[in-house]
């Protein structure tokens, strides 16, 4: 069975459980960490409760998936992922506000990673998201942005997908905006932009903080027109490429 780390605390405070999360990532051990309240939109609680870096801290953690689901879909996905792994840990990361089940997510593609949630036959710029903010990409396509938009739920399940298959996601000539409510080190390997938080949170009301920190359907559609001028014209190579990583992994 797979052990789990039973918790309703915010995400910020996997800080205080960092030591038995890598313990189990290093002992190559099937536990699941449950975390809620993933981003600044715990709103009043202010920035001691906003995970900022965690994502980053989880997502360069070895051995150890960092599951952001969007919806439904993709919450089953992140159990059945837990379940599946035998000698890897996850940390899901949850949100605490209500989110809508979107129109195209899977549970069976999450289990790649990351997949297109909508699609346009041109596509002028590539939208891609996780967990709450997912739902800022698809709403910015709905506007009428000529986008593709894709989840990317767990980078680390993405990145042992074959280069065919990730570069169908994130083709040569299309620019890519990454938008999710943390840190925005570790995006420039899939996206040309992103729309993050590169400093600490605030307190406010979950509409008033996103509209300051630019997390509404009306910014999103305003920085990817943005990109899709500045790219306009020009040879845009896709920033998944075939890498040589030379460090040791050795088989326990």
């Given at each position: 069975?797979?052990?789990?780390f039973?918790?309703?605390?915010?995400?910020?405070?996997?800080?205080?459980?960092?030591?038995?999360?890598?313990?189990?990532?290093?002992?190559?051990?099937?536990?699941?960490?449950?975390?809620?309240?993933?981003?600044?939109?715990?709103?009043?609680?202010?920035?001691?409760?906003?995970?900022?870096?965690?994502?980053?801290?989880?997502?360069?953690?070895?051995?150890?998936?960092?599951?952001?689901?969007?919806?439904?879909?993709?919450?089953?996905?992140?159990?059945?992922?837990?379940?599946?792994?035998?000698?890897?840990?996850?940390?899901m990361?949850?949100?605490?506000?209500?989110?809508?089940?979107?129109?195209?997510?899977?549970?069976?593609?999450?289990?790649?990673?990351?997949?297109?949630?909508?699609?346009?036959?041109?596509?002028?710029?590539?939208?891609?998201g996780?967990?709450?903010?997912?739902h800022?990409?698809?709403?910015?396509?709905?506007?009428?942005?000529?986008?593709?938009?894709?989840?990317?739920?767990?980078?680390?399940?993405?990145?042992?997908?074959?280069?065919?298959?990730?570069?169908?996601?994130?083709?040569?000539?299309?620019?890519?905006?990454?938008?999710?409510?943390?840190?925005?080190?570790?995006?420039?390997?899939?996206?040309?932009?992103?729309?993050?938080?590169?400093?600490?949170?605030a307190?406010?009301?979950?509409?008033?903080?996103?509209?300051?920190?630019?997390?509404?359907?009306?910014?999103?559609?305003?920085?990817?027109?943005?990109?899709?001028?500045?790219?306009?014209?020009?040879?845009?190579?896709?920033?998944?490429?075939?890498?040589?990583?030379?460090?040791?992994?050795?088989?326990?």
């Open positions: 069975m797979v052990e789990s039973p918790t309703v605390l915010p995400l910020n405070f996997i800080g205080y459980a960092y030591g038995a999360v890598i313990l189990s990532a290093l002992s190559r051990v099937r536990v699941l960490y449950i975390f809620t309240h993933d981003s600044i939109f715990l709103g009043e609680d202010g920035p001691t409760h906003q995970p900022i870096e965690k994502y980053t801290l989880c997502r360069a953690t070895p051995n150890l998936h960092f599951f952001r689901p969007a919806d439904g879909n993709e919450v089953t996905a992140a159990y059945i992922s837990s379940i599946n792994h035998f000698h890897t840990p996850t940390v990361s949850l949100s605490r506000q209500a989110l809508p089940n979107l129109e195209g997510t899977s549970v069976e593609k999450s289990f790649l990673g990351g997949y297109i949630v909508g699609d346009v036959p041109n596509p002028s710029i590539i939208l891609v996780t967990g709450s903010e997912l800022l990409c698809t709403g910015a396509k709905d506007k009428g942005l000529n986008a593709r938009v894709v989840s990317l739920p767990c980078w680390e399940l993405f990145d042992e997908q074959s280069l065919e298959y990730r570069k169908s996601i994130f083709p040569d000539g299309i620019p890519v905006l990454s938008v999710e409510a943390g840190a925005t080190t570790g995006w420039s390997k899939y996206a040309h932009a992103s729309i993050g938080i590169d400093s600490f949170g307190s406010g009301t979950i509409s008033g903080l996103a509209k300051e920190y630019g997390f509404t359907v009306e910014n999103v559609c305003e920085k990817a027109n943005l990109i899709i001028d500045h790219f306009k014209g020009k040879n845009v190579q896709s920033r998944v490429i075939e890498t040589f990583t030379f460090s040791h992994h050795p088989k326990l």
